[in-house]
Structure formats: structure tokens, C-alpha cells
């Protein structure tokens, strides 16, 4: 109820009736009408989100004090989860990992700063299941003071594409990104499109897009599924659908290449 309104057209994660396929048919439709588009990462995003920030933004769309408190508490004091886990592994059908506690498979490849016990105003866990909305609210309001009528976006959850005819919104974007206390990864960011040139292949939300003529992707058992052709005609219409059904869905009759032209 209190979100409702301050996450705009070009955010499609976790919200009502938008996902992968809507993110990728909305960039497919904008990104040929910016002579500079930028594929961003933020560096350690969730360890690096600032509960003090994430405090003014709920408070300023209206959510009481007490409920924000509520939000932020298991923020601040990381409890003890001694529960054993046993995970398996659908995709290498390797044997299941087993974890000791909820603390430890939070904690796994080192991808959070839940530390055990330790209070702390920095950071939202991965484990947490309302952790991607917090941190997804501190890009929103990034991306809004960005946003002009000569640039545009697409976005879901931390995964995003800059779309602008100047080059100097991607500076202004890396800058607004320092003022809340965040990162560009360098090292995973990149124009994928200069002065109106050609695209040159880049992989969002599961796509490689090779070319206007050639986008693919690979299942999660290996399989190539390709579409060929006019890819921007294609993907407006049912055609695309059918290419992610298959792409998500993974269905198990799934052919080693899958040409729709």
C-alpha cells in the first residue's frame, strides 16, 4: 500500500504482473533510441546499503516509524538462526550441501555481511526475504534523480541499463551513486552502445544480445535457445513469448536450438 506509486514503468522487480519477460520487452523497445547505453553493476550492493538512508526513504513515502523500526531491526541485530539446512543441487545433481545453521547459508560464498551477533548500520543480508525491496527502494531513488526527458532506464532489482544521448548522465548517475554511500563496479560496467554506433554484445537478465539479427541464452541444464531474424520486430510480438516460456519455464522437451525465423 505505501509503495504503491513510487515504483515507476521502468522497475520490474517484485511487483505485481512485471518479471524478466516485461524488463527485457521494455528495454528492447527503448534502448535504439539513445545514442549511448550503459550496462551498470553496483559493487557489493546489499553489503553496502545504508540503514540510515533506508530510514528517510520509508519515512518520506509515508511508512510509520514503528513499522520502519520493525523493517530495520533484523538489519541492525543479526540474530542467531541455528537450524540445519540441507540444500540440493538440482543443477550438477552433486550431493547436497549441508549447513549448519540459517547464519551459515546466509553467509555462503561470502555473499552478505550478516555477521553473528555483531550490531551494525550498514548493509541488508541476502538471506533475508524482504532484503531486495530495501535494497531496490535506494536504487528507485537514485534512478528518479537521474531521470530527465532525455534519458530513460530499465531495471530489475540490481541489474539495470542506462539509456541517454549525453554521455556526461553517466557520470552524473556514478556521482549520485557515491552521494548514498554506493559503487559502480567498474570492472562489470560498460557502454554497450557509443555516439549511435552498433551494439556491441552485452547479456542482460539471462539474454545475450548479439546483434539486431541474433539474441540467445543457455537453459539451466545447457541448452542454446536462440532467436534469430528481426529481433525487434520479434520481440513485440508473440514470438518473444514463446522464446522466454521456454528460457524460464525450462521445459523438460527442450530442443538443442530453438529457431523461431
Known amino acids: 500500500m505505501y509503495l504503491k506509486g513510487t515504483i515507476g514503468p521502468s522497475h520490474h522487480g517484485y511487483q505485481q504482473n512485471k518479471g524478466c519477460s516485461t524488463a527485457l520487452k521494455d528495454l528492447f523497445s527503448k534502448q535504439g533510441k539513445y545514442g549511448y547505453v550503459y550496462e551498470f553493476d553496483l559493487e557489493n550492493f546489499f ?30 541485530n543479526k540474530p542467531k538462526l541455528d537450524l540445519e539446512l540441507e540444500v540440493p543441487d538440482y543443477v550438477t545433481k552433486q550431493e547436497s ?33 524482504y532484503s531486495p525491496l530495501l535494497a531496490s527502494l535506494m536504487l528507485i531513488e537514485i534512478l528518479t534523480a537521474w531521470k530527465s526527458v532525455d534519458n530513460d532506464y530499465v531495471t530489475y532489482a540490481d541489474d539495470g541499463i542506462l539509456m541517454t544521448n549525453d554521455a556526461s548522465d553517466i ?44 539474441i540467445s541464452s543457455m537453459t539451466r541444464k545447457g541448452y542454446s535457445v536462440d532467436l534469430y531474424n528481426d529481433v525487434n520486430r ?19 522437451d527442450i530442443t538443442q536450438s530453438f529457431h523461431l525465423w
Open 234 to 252: 520479434i520481440l513485440v510480438s508473440g514470438y518473444f513469448s514463446t522464446f522466454l516460456a521456454r528460457l524460464y519455464g525450462s521445459p523438460e
Open 47 to 76: 553489503p553496502s546499503v545504508q540503514h540510515s538512508i533506508l530510514y528517510k526513504l520509508l519515512y518520506s513515502i509515508g511508512i510509520p516509524v514503528f513499522m520502519i523500526q520493525y523493517f530495520l531491526l533484523p538489519l541492525q
Open 171 to 214: 557520470l552524473r548517475f556514478k556521482d549520485l551513486c557515491e552521494k548514498f554511500g554506493l559503487k559502480v563496479n567498474e570492472n562489470k560496467s560498460k557502454f554497450i552502445r557509443k555516439e549511435g554506433g552498433e551494439f556491441s554484445s552485452f547479456k542482460f537478465l539471462g539474454i545475450v544480445y548479439h546483434n539486431e539479427n541474433f
Open 97 to 129: 550441501k549441508i549447513f549448519s545453521s540459517v547464519f551459515e547459508k546466509i553467509n555462503y560464498k561470502g555473499e552478505s555481511n550478516y555477521v553473528l551477533d555483531k550490531k551494525s548500520n550498514i548493509g541488508v543480508p541476502m538471506g533475508l526475504g
